[in-house]
């Protein structure tokens, strides 16, 4: 299966700033999502990024608050934007490989003061 | 309306015994997919198990066993002789119809007595 590298693994960030989580993959994969699990919550689905297109996001979630890149197969970046301590989770980037291959990053352990 | 449903937010299971964290669907799609992970303290996403729809026979993987009931839109996840190493968050997911996302439960966080 795919291994994925997330980075930061963590950060703490002032409110009013904005963080760039990256997401690397070592292999192509065409579908990567992005989650947030918030603290002692379930995982809930930012958006979808395909490379070639725009990010679909899920309700509730929008482009100016968490803008994503994905310029090759291999490649994403989720900006969280203009944080606020409601912003304080783990974001987690996702891959699917074949039917039952869903691969997760370690996460981002985002913290703001 | 909440498309996966864990009604058990904890457990408490003695070692060596047999536990099953219940999960129960909602999709008017045929055609799908359920997902069992595992999320230690660690928060690294261990994938367990898969059920798809069209599958007769309930999966097993090791010690677990998905026990899939079409009709009552269960997939209850059984861990047998369980071990302390398995206190962990357990989450069921579902994939429906051609959608590529996974959607999550809330979770069960199961706790392994000594």
């Known amino acids: 299966s795919a291994v994925i590298s997330q980075k930061p693994s963590r950060d703490i960030c002032q409110r009013g700033t904005s963080l760039t989580i990256q997401c690397q993959v070592d292999?192509?994969?065409?579908?990567m999502f992005w989650y947030r699990q918030q603290p002692g919550q379930s995982l809930t689905l930012i958006a979808t990024?395909?490379?070639?297109?725009?990010?679909?996001?899920e309700s509730g979630f929008v482009i100016d608050k968490f803008p994503i890149s994905r310029p090759n197969l291999t490649f994403s970046t989720l900006t969280v934007s203009n944080m606020s301590p409601e912003d304080s989770s783990i974001y987690l980037c996702s891959v699917r490989e074949g039917e039952i291959g869903y691969t997760f990053g370690s996460g981002t352990r985002l913290t703001v003061v | 309306a909440q498309k996966i449903t864990q009604t058990q937010p904890g457990m408490f299971v003695q070692e060596k015994e047999a536990v099953t964290l219940d999960c129960t669907y909602d999709t008017s799609d045929q055609s799908y997919g359920l997902f069992w992970y595992k999320q230690p303290s660690s928060g690294e996403m261990i994938f367990l198990i898969y059920?798809?729809?069209?599958?007769?026979q309930n999966a097993t993987e090791g010690r677990y066993s998905l026990n899939f009931q079409k009709a009552r839109k269960s997939a209850n996840l059984v861990i047998s002789a369980s071990q302390l190493g398995d206190s962990a968050m357990y989450f069921c997911a579902m994939r429906e119809g051609r959608d590529d996302k996974i959607i999550f439960g809330k979770g069960t966080r199961l706790h392994i007595l000594p």
């Open positions: 990024a395909n490379q070639g297109s725009e990010a679909t996001y």
């Open positions: 292999s192509q994969v065409t579908m």
């Open positions: 059920q798809g729809s069209y599958d007769e």
